[in-house]
């Protein structure tokens, strides 16, 4: 289905972030939840050569992999009708062209207690996608982090920054990969 078949019939659309788009969405929403998807684990698996990389050193960010036992915590938004048009053209660019993502649509699950789950669009780098580059050890993710730069600045800003989403927004939650990735990192720098 496109992006915009799956607009609910008063028009809005909600987006669901987990990697830059928690602490960067770039676009125009009405509102936001933090919360989380069930059946995906966030890793560390995706290449960027343009953001946080290049073609000769591409970065890490995040993607999804379906794994029944995870949830993935992130911040969706309402984008509301006369957003979309502009919004989606954004996300298309950056996520898609730019990122080798596809639109996969989620339940999310707002952590607010007492909020239904919606419906919500996300966007997911699968194994087949050139820049995809898979496993690899929290040194070897670390080791690379610590090395990148892209157009918009340090791969280590990109994990940095999710961490500290992590941990402001969601305290209750422990992301191993992530924390283990980041204690990787701080490991490499010197004191
Ligand atoms: N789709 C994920 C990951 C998005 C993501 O990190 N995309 C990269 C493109 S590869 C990006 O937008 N980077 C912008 C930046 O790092 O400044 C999300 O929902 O947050």
């Given at each position: 289905m496109k992006p915009r078949e799956m607009i609910k019939e008063k028009g809005n659309l909600w987006i669901f972030g987990y990697g830059s788009l928690v602490w960067k969405?770039?676009?125009?929403?009405?509102?936001?939840?933090?919360?989380f998807i069930k059946g995906y684990k966030r890793l560390f698996w995706h290449g960027d050569t343009f953001y946080r990389g290049d073609k000769e050193k591409p970065g890490r960010v995040v993607t999804l992999v379906e794994d029944q036992e995870s949830c993935t915590w992130g911040v969706a938004y309402e984008v509301t009708d006369s957003q979309i048009e502009e919004s989606l053209q954004h996300l298309n660019t950056r996520e898609v062209v730019m990122g080798g993502y596809i639109t996969k649509m989620v339940e999310f699950i707002p952590k607010e207690k007492g909020q239904g789950a919606l419906l919500a669009l996300v966007y997911i780098a699968t194994s087949d996608n050139p820049i995809y580059l898979g496993p690899a050890s929290d040194k070897e993710i670390a080791a690379q982090i610590a090395t990148c730069r892209g157009n918009t600045g340090h791969?280590?800003?990109?994990?940095?920054?999710?961490?500290?989403?992590?941990?402001?927004?969601?305290?209750?939650?422990?992301?191993?990969?992530?924390f283990s990735?980041?204690?990787a990192v701080l490991n490499i720098l010197p004191t």
């Amino acid at each position: 289905m496109k992006p915009r078949e799956m607009i609910k019939e008063k028009g809005n659309l909600w987006i669901f972030g987990y990697g830059s788009l928690v602490w960067k969405p770039d676009f125009a929403y009405k509102r936001s939840k933090v919360g989380f998807i069930k059946g995906y684990k966030r890793l560390f698996w995706h290449g960027d050569t343009f953001y946080r990389g290049d073609k000769e050193k591409p970065g890490r960010v995040v993607t999804l992999v379906e794994d029944q036992e995870s949830c993935t915590w992130g911040v969706a938004y309402e984008v509301t009708d006369s957003q979309i048009e502009e919004s989606l053209q954004h996300l298309n660019t950056r996520e898609v062209v730019m990122g080798g993502y596809i639109t996969k649509m989620v339940e999310f699950i707002p952590k607010e207690k007492g909020q239904g789950a919606l419906l919500a669009l996300v966007y997911i780098a699968t194994s087949d996608n050139p820049i995809y580059l898979g496993p690899a050890s929290d040194k070897e993710i670390a080791a690379q982090i610590a090395t990148c730069r892209g157009n918009t600045g340090h791969n280590m800003e990109y994990l940095v920054r999710l961490a500290e989403f992590m941990r402001l927004d969601c305290p209750e939650v422990n992301d191993e990969h992530l924390f283990s990735i980041e204690a990787a990192v701080l490991n490499i720098l010197p004191t």
